[in-house]
């Protein structure tokens, strides 16, 4: 204890002698510290992750060096703000085993103030150096450039490297704001109202904050997916379970300073009108008609989501930047009306397609779109209870009842959910078996099974998966895989979330603070992993489909393998079950005619030539900073754009008759918006519109139909189900919950 104290105090003289050699000065205005029970919850974490994770061996002390950079990242997402010699003094400063000592075994996390409040000084300096800047005319002629995202880049070397990086930043800001018609000044103004509120917003950081960001990192040592949640945070998650999603039911987050829709919620204002999608980032927000709009870059989430919350049936307008623009400064206005999210909304729906077939008549096949495997928790007492089994189930009848002749299961857009509910959807295709394997820490494994032996359907079968296919999605394609049940098609993979969340309070660990009156966090800690039948993991490589279709997804870093610190593949023994997966005699006859249309229709031609373009701009790391060249690189794209709208609108009229279904009350039918005579392709979106309903081009959908027309031309019959027991238990919906 004594030389834990001694080396504390020699510490802190340390830290005050780094402040004066590189000029900062630390805020003395407020104290940042840590509670008693803050210190006390960072050691009972501290031991539930070494004794409680499923990782628990794959972290060791040395490991704790990645935790100051990794902090500092959290903070300095773009790493603008922090020095490269800012790392290495943090680093001698709060040397591993020391750091590991203090944080394990006295609970203090000292570090995470001092770090911040250097980080916050320098915020300071730099709002302190740009409004000074932008007082000055900004040369926008010259021929350097921006790097657009620093996040993988070192911070700068010293200080002037810093002002450096920053006059090309600001330019890069000014020039993004001229592209949406702003004149010089007033990009200039724009830009200094964004950086003062962004030195405004540095006060509403609290302790709290600190205390949560600082212990995330050192949770996600273990895996990308555990997570302390402060006192408020876990009020939010245990109360209101999401409360983002009050207002226009979108589930946001803040990634460098943006606000980004990180999920739309199925039958809330925003999923109904189409017009925001994941990954969007919102720019500003108008919370009222009439008001000014608010720009929310940097601000903290509670109070975005403020703005955006509001009575229902009034109406609010967001500024986005669209998640597909490849140019920074395209912008999309759109106005939702405030609503409750209705949950009977976010179920399962389908329609009936008439495919073509070679005989130049049409097929009727079968589609349920399920967004997620939902269903009643323990604490549920309603007498109508929401369940996607019951409800697919109740689908399957009425398109059978209209004569079907194959069936799409699109799991594209599902994230997740109780796992439940998806071993009991496996168990509509086949008659009993093991669908998922669960091992714990220990090794012990746990089968799954369906029991029960009637079957909804049995006919030719596709399931339909994307890089988004997450978690329970993944058991339940992997499982109809296993048993040759259903032809798999999609994207090179799904997600590759094959891991077990659990949430234990900070109080339910430890008597002492079960008896404090203060309010205590909770942990989110990953506990298993799952495995198919086969026993192969779905962690990392997802499930690779029988066919796999171009994608955009798949050059977008949104799989587990993106994430740091993922656990890897593995397997283990497989169950016993009564299949097997689809042999190439089946399945070769079906990839030859999806590759041979994928070289011959015009819609893949599409497709490619948008993927190829996506590239392009993908691998483009850096963005000119002379207006006049990227107003000419703009004008490219936006031609670019509207030949692909023009060639897009041509090919949905090829699209194949259907007629929907729904479940609780008929969907409305909006009318589509009409494009104003001078609008530019700017906003316009390059997807395959993978997720906007059946009533757009859906290339991947098309192909899938085509497949199941090819299957039943060549009368493929499908493996007979399975017919093996097991126990099933029911579980949490963090148990397979979205990635």
């Known amino acids: 204890m004594k030389f834990t104290a001694l080396l504390s105090s020699n510490l802190r003289w340390i830290m005050l002698v780094a402040l004066l050699a590189t000029g900062l000065q630390a805020r003395t205005d407020r104290v940042l510290r840590t509670t008693p029970t803050q210190t ?16 628990r061996e794959g972290v060791k002390i040395k490991d704790y060096d990645e935790v100051i950079p990794d902090y500092m990242t959290e903070l300095d997402g773009q790493h603008l703000f922090f020095l490269e010699s800012d790392k290495n003094d943090f680093a001698k400063l709060y040397p591993t085993q020391w750091l590991y000592n203090n ?21 300071e300096n730099r709002v302190t150096w740009i409004l000074d800047h932008l007082k000055t005319d900004v040369d926008l002629t010259t021929k350097d450039t921006y790097t657009i995202d620093r996040s993988k ?3 700068p070397t010293d200080a002037a490297a810093a002002d450096d990086l920053w006059s090309k930043r600001l330019k890069f800001e000014i020039i993004q704001e001229v592209l949406n018609k702003k004149t010089p000044q007033d990009a200039r103004e724009s830009v200094r109202k964004r950086y003062e509120r962004l030195l405004k917003n540095m006060d509403d950081i609290d302790t709290s904050d600190i205390v949560e960001m600082f212990l995330s990192t050192i949770a996600r040592l273990y895996d990308p997916h555990s997570t302390y949640f402060s006192a408020d945070t876990f009020e939010d998650f245990s109360i209101q379970m999401r409360l983002q999603l009050v207002g226009i039911g979108a589930l946001l987050g803040l990634e460098d300073d943006y606000c980004v829709v990180k999920e739309i919620i199925t039958g809330g204002p925003a999923d109904l009108s189409k017009q925001l999608h994941p990954n969007d980032k919102i720019i500003s927000v108008v919370s009222n008609p009439g008001n000014e709009p608010v720009e929310v870059i940097g601000m903290k989430l509670r109070k ?41 909304s976010a179920r399962a729906h389908a329609a009936i397609f008439e495919v073509p077939d070679k005989s130049g008549t049409t097929i009727p096949i079968g589609v349920i779109d399920l967004p997620a495997f939902y269903g009643p928790d323990s604490s549920s007492d309603s007498d109508e209870k929401n369940s996607a089994t019951k409800d697919v189930a109740d689908l399957i009848k009425q ?14 857009h599902n994230g997740g959910g109780y796992l439940n509910e998806a071993i009991d959807l496996a168990g509509l295709f086949i008659k009993t078996g093991p669908v998922v394997q669960v091992k714990n820490y220990y090794g012990e494994v746990k089968v799954d099974s369906d029991e029960d032996p009637s079957v909804a359907y049995s006919g030719p079968l596709a399931v339909l998966v994307s890089r988004f296919s997450a978690s329970a999605s993944e058991i339940v394609a992997g499982a109809l895989q296993n048993y040759g049940r259903a032809v798999l098609v999609g994207d090179s993979s799904t997600h590759g979330k094959g891991t077990v969340q659990s949430v234990v309070e900070m109080k339910s660990l430890n008597a002492t603070l079960a008896r404090s009156p203060a309010k205590t966090g909770a942990a989110k800690i990953t506990v298993q992993k799952f495995y198919l039948p086969n026993g192969h993991s779905t962690q990392l490589k997802g499930v690779v489909p029988d066919i ?43 990839r030859s005619a999806s590759t041979q249309r994928q070289g011959s229709l015009e819609e893949f031609t599409y497709l490619k030539k948008t993927i190829d373009w996506f590239k392009a701009k993908q691998e483009q790391k850096a963005v000119s900073l002379n207006l006049v060249d990227r107003q000419k690189e703009k004008d490219i794209d936006a031609a670019f754009r509207k030949e692909m709208d023009a060639e897009k609108d041509r090919l949905q009229k090829g699209n194949f008759a259907f007629r929907e279904f729904t479940l609780g009350p008929p969907k409305e039918i909006k009318p589509k918006p009409t494009k104003k005579p001078d609008a530019t392709s700017d906003d316009a979106d390059l997807s395959t519109d993978e997720d906007e309903g059946f009533a757009k081009l859906d290339i991947h959908l098309r192909e899938t139909l085509r497949i199941l027309d090819d299957e039943l031309d060549v009368n493929v019959k499908p493996t ?20």
């Open 153 to 155: 880049l070192p911070w």
């Open 304 to 344: 975005i989501v403020d703005l955006i919350r509001g009575q229902k049936g009034t109406l609010v307008k967001l500024i986005v930047q669209p998640a597909d623009a490849t140019d920074p400064s395209a912008r999309r206005e759109i106005t939702l009306t405030r609503d409750v999210v209705n949950l009977n």
């Open 720 to 739: 007979p189900p399975a017919g093996l027991t097991a126990s099933v238990e029911n579980r949490k919906p963090a148990a397979a919950g979205a990635p």
């Open 548 to 590: 796999v279709l171009p994608s955009i997804d798949d050059y977008l870093p949104v799989g587990e393998k993106d994430l740091p610190h993922a656990l890897g593949w593995d397997e283990i023994p497989t169950s016993f079950f009564d299949g097997k997966p689809l042999d190439a005699k089946t399945l070769s006859p079906l």
């Open 40 to 55: 006390l919850e960072t050691s009972v974490l501290i031991r539930l992750l070494e004794e409680e994770h499923y990782n």
């Open 399 to 412: 398109l059978q009842a209209q004569g079907i002749k194959a069936l799409v299961l699109d799991l594209r």
């Open 103 to 123: 944080i394990a075994s006295l609970g203090k996390i000292d570090p995470a103030f001092a770090i911040f409040q250097i980080y916050e000084t320098r915020v």
